[in-house]
């Protein structure tokens, strides 16, 4: 926070889709504003632009990352609030747009640890992930699609053999008959063009990683580190120096246990799932590779597989997740470090020789 947080206005945002509520606070810490403005680049020009530069807090959110870039660049110091962490609003008896903003405006006035600020990526960053974004979208469609074809066909008493999802569409056509695939023409017509469109933005990815993004390469030497998983896990840290290490990435990830320490009591929980899901859904992707059948003998499987052979409640599930968060630490560490990766390590860092 900048040296004049105590001596300005201080502004709770609470944004809407349509409309947003913004509640103005002293320096003394009454109320001097409460107004109403359209969630809109024009709605919020008209209103801040003219302003004295003040600070602004905000929730995180689906506008958060264009509101907070266009208020700094207006010269506003701002506030983006981690929605997890802000219980004080979620728990609120008397919840409501105005009361939410001028609880951000207190809790940013009081100290803006409380609320656990996070920082967006830059509006180069945001645009590319939108190509990951995209993609995750459309393959989640086209798996939706593929189960649904999958199930009408068993309920006619057919079953379409076992493929991966790119051929489906291929071996779908033959396996259904003629009545039954022409019922089903529109289904199957779209699973075709997702998948066309998927590989479209495969290649976007491919040459994004060469042209802009070259950091991915090194992450791509673990073997099941993919182009999706290399070029997420980039844009998703952006810039990898804010981490201190590579167990911070994980935790970053939600891939470490969540804690509920008290007294003498302190029970082993499952991990804390916060963070990017679709990147921590990606790592574990990479784990089941590592862990099955045609992963490389590796430090990394070895590690999952002491695990597995403990044996114990969920070994397999402990295993996969070990692996994840091991992995993060292991991509982290190529990135910054610029190392070659070895699948078994000399001397005591996890990968650490430069490369050649």
Excluded at 238 to 266: C, I, M, T
Excluded at 269 to 284: E, F, Q, T
Aim: charged share 25%; hydrophobic share 40%.
């Amino acid at each position: 926070m900048t040296e004049y947080a105590t001596t300005t206005n201080i502004y709770g945002l609470d944004l809407g889709d349509k409309k947003s509520e913004i509640c103005v606070l002293s320096a003394a810490g009454e109320v001097v504003e409460e107004t109403r403005i359209a969630t809109t680049r024009e709605g919020f020009m008209r209103y801040f632009e003219d302003r004295e530069p003040a600070i602004v807090v905000l929730e995180v959110g689906t506008h958060s990352p264009w509101v907070s870039h266009l208020l700094e660049d207006l010269g506003y110091d701002v506030i983006v609030a981690n929605a997890r962490r802000v219980k004080l609003i979620s728990a609120n008896h008397r919840k409501g747009d105005q009361v939410d903003a001028e609880l951000l405006a207190r809790l940013g006035r009081a100290d803006a640890k409380l609320l656990s600020p996070i920082k967006h990526r830059g509006k180069e960053t945001q645009s590319d992930m939108a190509l990951v974004r995209s993609r995750a979208v459309m393959v989640r469609a086209r798996g939706k699609l593929v189960v649904s074809v999958r199930n009408l066909a068993k309920s006619q008493g057919l079953r379409i053999p076992s493929c991966s999802t790119d051929s489906f569409y291929s071996r779908a056509v033959v396996a259904l008959p003629d009545e039954l695939r022409q019922s089903l023409t529109p289904i199957l017509e779209s699973i075709k063009k997702l998948t066309l469109e998927i590989r479209a933005c495969d290649k976007m990815m491919a040459t994004m990683c060469e042209t802009k993004y070259p950091e991915t390469s090194r992450l791509m030497q673990v073997q099941g580190v993919g182009v999706v998983t290399a070029l997420t896990f980039v844009l998703l840290l952006e810039d990898p120096n804010r981490f201190p290490n590579g167990r911070v990435v994980g935790a970053y990830l939600g891939l470490v246990p969540r804690r509920r320490q008290s007294g003498d009591k302190d029970p082993k929980l499952g991990i804390s799932k916060v963070g990017d899901g679709p990147m921590r859904a990606l790592l574990v992707q990479c784990a089941h590779y590592i862990l099955g059948p045609f992963g490389q003998d590796s430090e990394l499987r070895r590690k999952g597989m002491r695990i597995v052979e403990a044996g114990g409640k969920g070994a397999k599930k402990r295993a996969v997740v070990a692996v994840a968060r091991k992995l993060a630490c292991v991509l982290y560490s190529l990135w910054v470090s610029g190392a070659r990766y070895q699948h078994f390590p000399s001397g005591k860092p996890a990968l650490m020789q430069e490369a050649a």
